[in-house]
């Protein structure tokens, strides 16, 4: 596990060669400013090149970075990142259970803003109890968050942050994503990525919340959509990008880290029509006939807006219906 607070050799010894900017430094300065051995210098080196970096090694010359990592490893993050509270710590793992078991064993005042990445997750947790695959090439990440806002926006809010990574995926990766109701973002019809909220709530007011955003930025869709159950909820999988494309993950990240925190500070202010507005403008799913099941009954009818609750409000023969689905986790109401 790596942290962005970690103040470890390794990350010293690569700090200095980035201070370089791709110039050589020698192996020998790298022992005098770090008062580390020449087979201590080696050592971290090879552990740097493991992380994904490139470095040459000259003799006489010593070592530079010649390629950046394309692992959304903390301090890659947290450096340039433009929020001022979202994302100022980042946990890292290879492989972890689930990133929101782990989120919510560290889950406390302090670490508001916190954010937990894996590249690989083993138990992944999705929407209503069911499974979620997390392969290596997606992006699986939990933010820890101890909102201001009220809490009758807390079904509103999984809604609004899908919302958030749509716009940062037009952003930094010039695609045009879309919304479907409650939580997905969609490309092409496919679902490219989902999010989950697990709560705790004390005296009517949001203790923690922790978002679970799932992102297939570069996965095998046809291989992910043959190991898929198909439910009747299923629409199939996509990927954000094509096994061929190269790109670094981290852009995308931070640009939805920022736009989270802004998404945050509407609904601290009550402000949620600019959400429902541009939720609106995004979504597939206002203005279609639609087959939405609740709690066992199948419905079929317009679906013609969303209320500041997160409930999709359904047109069928004149009457109005609204659907509002059982999307948070309540950890604690206490
Ligand atoms: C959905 O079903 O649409 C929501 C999926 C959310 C998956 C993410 S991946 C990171 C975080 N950790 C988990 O175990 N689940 C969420």
Known sequence: MYNSNDDSILLRVLKLLKSHNFEYVSGQDICDKLKISRTAVW????????LGYKIESRQNLGYRITRQTLLPLPWEITSDLKTKQIGKTVYYFDTIDST???ASKISNQNNSGAVIIAQRQTSGKGRLG???ASPVGGIWLSVILHPKFDVSYTTLFPIASSLALCIAVEKTLNLKPELKWPNDVTLNGKKVAGMLVDIAIESNQIEYLILGVGINYKI????????LKKSDHFYGAGSLLKKSQVANPTKLIQSFLYELEQICNILDNGSVGTIIKKWTSKSSTIGKKIPVDTAGSKMNGKAIKLDTDGALVISKNGSEHRLLVGDV???RIR
Do not use: G, M, P, V
Not at 43 to 50: L, V, Y
Not at 220 to 227: H, R
């Open 100 to 102: 929101q078991n782990f």
């Open 130 to 132: 069911r499974r979620w």
């Open 329 to 331: 986790n309540y950890l």
């Open 43 to 50: 050592k971290h080196i090879k552990k740097i090149r493991a």
């Open 220 to 227: 095998d869709a046809k291989k992910l959509n043959a190991s």
